[in-house]
């Protein structure tokens, strides 16, 4: 069966970034997003989010958290908006330091509707990595940290683009956005 668009959904690409490496990682999202009304702006130029069908945000993971700027914004998301998470980390994709920032991330926009999540590494400042090395506690993570170097590269944005596009396909299935053609887009 033929199917056609409704109308166009309107999307926040917000991110906060240190580096820039979450900023590249926000664009590529941006970049990504196909058919629709789409923003990017930096979290602390974010205002209203009652228009938008879908917000992506996104943050640096810092000490597998969130930085408090991102905190306060998933905070006052409305209840029932379309959330999809993204960040950038030293860690491996998949890493438990980043998988609970992201999840920390997903308790603190309790209201919103987490539709999905997204992480990829990141290169970490080299002053930070030299700090943890003096510790023994955070030695190993700062070793593996060491390998971020040249992150978000290609196959991560590209990757992120596929996340955005997934994520804008799975909005309009959950919010009815298609029709069959030749069905009235008016209801009458």
Not at 13 to 30: C, D, F, M, P
Not at 44 to 69: K, N
Not at 125 to 136: A, F, Q, R, Y
């Amino acid at each position: 069966m033929d199917y056609l668009r409704r109308k166009d959904m309107k999307v926040l690409v917000t991110y906060y970034t240190e580096s820039g490496n979450t900023e590249k990682l926000a664009q590529a999202i941006h970049d990504g997003i196909e058919r629709a009304d789409k923003e990017i702006v930096p979290i602390q130029d974010a205002r209203s989010l009652e228009g938008y069908d879908v917000i992506f945000c996104g943050f640096p993971v810092q000490s597998s958290s969130v930085p408090p700027q991102v905190e306060r914004f998933l905070k006052q998301i409305p209840e029932g908006k379309l959330l999809a998470i993204f960040g950038t980390h030293g860690s491996l994709r998949g890493g438990e330091l980043a998988v609970t920032a992201f999840y920390y991330a997903m308790s603190l926009a309790a209201k919103a509707k987490v539709i999905g999540t997204f992480g990829c590494r990141g290169k970490v400042k080299s002053k930070l990595i030299d700090t943890l090395m003096k510790n023994p506690e955070h030695r190993g993570w700062a070793i593996e940290a060491q390998s971020a170097g040249g992150h978000p590269g290609e196959p991560d944005l590209e990757d992120g683009k596929e996340f955005a596009r997934w994520m804008i396909t799975k909005a309009r299935s959950l919010q009815g956005d298609v029709v069959p053609v030749g069905t009235s887009l008016t209801g009458s």
